[in-house]
């Protein structure tokens, strides 16, 4: 009986030496790492393209006799260019700053009414555009919720025809100043390479210019109010 017992605690022995070997010889698994988090600091370059759906409120305030308008017509047409910009990034808070410059083919025509009846047509087109703005984002690893707003600059052709449906004789052009204010959503989809879409709302303001050849003397003259609402799509390589 004693031998029997002898030979069972080898037996457990020799078992356990064996399980403690087997674990010895197994890999170590290396631990898990976390992912790395995209980081939003740096300077970038991109193009853009998009829609511009431009309005001008036009008329003449001082016709004697009687005022012209206020009357808004669309002058709508693609819009394309190259930004450019810088984003600093704190925890989940992003803020940056950044300039474009935008080619241009929005254009339209519109009839203004005196005392009711089709008097003149307003003309306007967009030639080209540009601005300058503040960004404040939040972060969610690659994917970038932003507000973006500041100064901007537009190119405008301006002019009236009389009658209605004549070529624009009272022309003149003019670079306007004005602000616009937007957000949109933008996507990092490698290290360097991100896309965007933006919506922006931008005023640029008024210009005036006098009436020679259309239809009145002064203190006669042509009054613009241009406003525009744009949607874009953007890609961005970041440094």
């Known amino acids: 009986m004693r031998h029997f017992q002898y030979a069972l605690l080898a037996a457990v022995a020799a078992i356990g030496f064996a399980s ?45 006799g009687g005022p012209v308008g206020p009357n808004t017509f669309s002058a709508d047409g693609l819009i394309g260019g190259l930004h450019a910009g810088y984003n600093y990034q704190i925890n989940s808070a992003v803020i940056g700053v950044e300039g474009d410059y935008e080619w241009s083919g929005g254009s339209g025509e519109g009839v203004g009414t005196l005392a009711g009846a089709p008097f003149v047509t307003g003309h306007a087109a967009l030639k080209w555009q540009g601005s300058i703005r503040a960004r404040l984002g939040y972060a969610a690893d690659t994917t970038l919720f932003y507000l973006t707003g500041g100064a901007a600059f537009g190119r405008f052709d301006l002019g009236y025809a009389f009658p209605v449906g004549a070529p624009v004789v009272d022309s003149f052009s003019k670079t306007m100043t004005g602000w616009t204010v937007g957000g949109g959503v933008e996507h990092a989809f490698s290290p360097n390479w991100t896309a965007r879409i933006e919506y ?8 005036d210019s006098s009436i020679v050849n259309c239809c009145a003397g002064p203190p006669s003259g042509q009054h613009h109010e241009l406003t525009a609402n744009a949607i874009r799509a953007a890609v961005s390589y970041k440094f």
Do not use: C, L
């Open 20 to 64: 403690i070997a087997s674990a010895a010889d197994m890999p170590i698994k290396a631990p898990m790492m976390a992912p790395a988090v995209f980081n939003w600091t740096g300077f970038y370059v991109g193009a853009q393209v998009g829609y511009q759906w431009n309005r001008d409120e036009f008329g003449d305030p001082n016709r004697i």
């Open 200 to 207: 922006r709302y931008t005023d640029f303001g008024s210009a």
